[in-house]
């Protein structure tokens, strides 16, 4: 079982390959859309079991309302899914649904408001990275649902599927071999000396990574990967035959605190499996997801049959239609909605273009129009969130621009890219300046485009929105056949979203050059150079913490003075809903309520309880 027996595709071969396994999992997430630092130091490997040693239940919650010390109560939610047309398999790109965070068990989860990087540790305990190995220590408590016990096996038969079927996308990248060492060890070996911070989120960390491939259920898959030995081909033919697969209810089976009691048409329960580690911190019975239930089930505040519900677009205004019977709470997300554009287009290569369009980017108009979650631009435009910003721009963030909307300035730099006005209409040579945006029919980037046409409209610049349907619209946007088109962008790690700016498949699509002229970070007077973007983010992945900020400081600076991508908003991730009179959210601290999946998370801890009072 070692993936380095594998001859390792060419690095062409694999950005071909990743973006037809990106396009596969864009259409199922436009199914879903369309429905509605430093270093800790050796001595101390940043891990925090993410509990207190009581239970929690200080909060109107009972300690013990049972034999099992559960009151008989079920957790009622809408399922955002199609039900009838759910399926399990990790690796096909139609398995999103929510509840998969209830039935399978994390590796672990990164604490993202933590100063110094630490995580919370679910299935793997302990790990120790040293040079090109990574050492995983599996907690021996946990059970899978048939009853055998999770081993080290299990993880390591699963990072190797990942590694054929190059989960995460360029994972296989970091790992050249995967060997269980002991009953609950596992050994991997990195194809170089990785920084540690950045290999644990990459191959290790989220609900993304939950622990869902036993063997057996998988059998056929780790068979075929074998018999295809180092050929390319066949190697490409049972990956994709694996991502077309479906894994239905009745033979999935699970390893997490809840087990899939019945899969119906419109509804799924779930129960509490009684020999997860975390069943002594859940006291209620049931969990359940219904296609029949929506928000408006929730606002008449004294409805049997709605408890709470994840929202992706609700803005704080619209909370008061909950009644006080309610209570909420949004948690931490890396990114936001910001404009790809055609760097080699003759308007959109220019810099002053695209700052005149950020400046034309009204963000309360935007988010109004947009009928979206709340969103707002925290700090300078570099394709970092705020509190990336200050982890990684310390003392530099206030030398970087921020582009407010200011269509008098907006003006100023068309005048400064050479162009003319006549008759209220911005000209080049004679012809008017337009540019086009394509569009689908999502609420949020209907309301975006209608905002900055409208703006573009008043200062007499031309933006024409060219509206199509979601599959017309992945297909140009990952083939960069557009101007210039909506797109979220941003990730829990800079790295992730730095390389595929300047490295990977948003280099392709928005055809960014390897080079850029620049200053030194925040002085924009400075001396210019000559500086390999690409090289820079590709690099990230090797270097000490301290060598990585610089890194990805220079790489925001050019964002930044370049405005390569128009950044139009950050974003306040889903938030969570839920009626007060029957549960209480009680975690620990701040990293707790925003670590991946936090309410799956918050529930496994103890933190969000059914109210016994």
Not at 278 to 297: G, K, P, Q
Request: hydrophobic share 35%; aromatic share 12%.
């Amino acid at each position: 079982m070692a993936p380095s027996s594998l001859k390792r595709p060419e690095f062409d071969r694999w950005m071909k390959r990743r973006r037809m396994l990106q396009m596969m999992g864009a259409t199922g997430a436009a199914a879903l859309a369309g429905c509605i630092g430093d270093d800790p130091g050796d001595d101390d490997d940043g891990i925090d079991d993410g509990a207190d040693d009581d239970d929690g239940a200080d909060d109107g919650t009972a300690d013990d309302t049972g034999d099992n010390g559960r009151v008989d109560q079920t957790f009622y939610t809408a399922a955002l899914e199609n039900i009838g047309e759910w399926q399990w398999n990790r690796y096909n790109p139609t398995q999103s649904q929510s509840d998969s965070t209830l039935v399978f068990e994390p590796l672990l989860s990164v604490n993202p408001m933590a100063e110094e990087f630490e995580f919370y540790p679910f299935l793997i305990e302990e790990v120790d990275v040293d040079g090109t190995s990574m050492t995983l220590e599996v907690n021996d408590g946990f059970t899978w649902h048939d009853g055998d016990d999770v081993t080290g096996a299990d993880v390591a038969n699963q990072l190797t599927l990942d590694w054929y079927i190059e989960r995460p996308i360029g994972g296989h990248l970091f790992i050249d071999d995967v060997e269980q060492t002991d009953d609950f060890e596992v050994e991997v070996t990195l194809t170089q000396d990785f920084n540690r911070e950045l290999v644990i989120w990459q191959l290790l960390h989220g609900s993304d990574q939950s622990l869902s491939v036993k063997r057996d259920v998988y059998d056929e898959w780790f068979d075929r990967f074998e018999d295809a030995g180092d050929n390319e081909d066949d190697l490409e033919e049972v990956a994709g035959d694996l991502t077309r697969w479906r894994l239905e209810s009745d033979d999935m089976i699970g390893c997490g605190p809840f087990e899939l009691d019945e899969h119906l048409p419109d509804e799924a329960v779930y129960r509490v499996f009684d020999d997860s580690p975390w069943a002594e911190n859940i006291n209620f019975t049931e969990y359940v997801s219904d296609e029949r239930l929506s928000e408006r089930s929730l606002w008449y505040g004294d409805t049997p049959d709605m408890d709470g519900f994840g929202h992706a677009s609700m803005r704080y205004e619209e909370l008061d239609q909950f009644g006080e019977n309610s209570d909420h709470w949004r948690w931490y997300a890396a990114g936001g909605q910001g404009l790809v554009v055609d760097l080699d287009h003759d308007h959109l290569g220019k810099s002053e273009v695209r700052k005149a369009i950020q400046h034309l980017c009204d963000t309360g108009r935007l988010v109004r129009n947009a009928n979206t979650a709340k969103m707002e631009r925290d700090g300078p435009q570099c394709l970092l969130d705020e509190a990336q910003q200050e982890q990684f721009l310390g003392d530099q963030l206030d030398e970087f621009t921020y582009y407010e909307y200011d269509p008098e300035r907006a003006e100023e730099l068309l005048s400064e890219a050479g162009y003319e006005k006549e008759d209220d209409q911005w000209m080049d040579d004679g012809e008017p300046v337009e540019i086009d945006m394509i569009i689908t029919d999502w609420s949020a980037q209907v309301g975006f485009g209608q905002t900055i046409a409208s703006e573009a409209e008043l200062i007499g610049l031309e933006v024409n929105l060219r509206s199509m349907d979601t599959t017309q619209w992945f297909e140009r946007r990952d083939s960069g056949d557009f101007e210039m088109t909506p797109e979220w962008w941003g990730s829990p790690h800079p790295y992730n979203y730095y390389v595929d700016f300047f490295s990977g498949a948003v280099k392709d699509m928005m055809n960014v050059p390897s080079s850029f002229t620049t200053t030194p970070v925040g002085e924009p007077d400075g001396e210019e150079f000559e500086v390999n973007t690409e090289e820079l983010a590709v690099d990230l992945a090797t270097m000490e913490s301290d060598e990585m900020i610089e890194n990805i400081r220079q790489l925001a600076w050019i964002i930044n003075q370049e405005m390569l991508i128009p950044h139009l908003t950050s974003w306040s991730h889903t938030m969570w809903i839920y009626r007060l009179d029957r549960w209480a959210f009680e975690p620990e601290d701040e990293g707790q309520a925003n670590a991946e999946s936090p309410l799956m998370n918050n529930i496994r801890w103890g933190n969000f309880r059914a109210r016994t009072d």
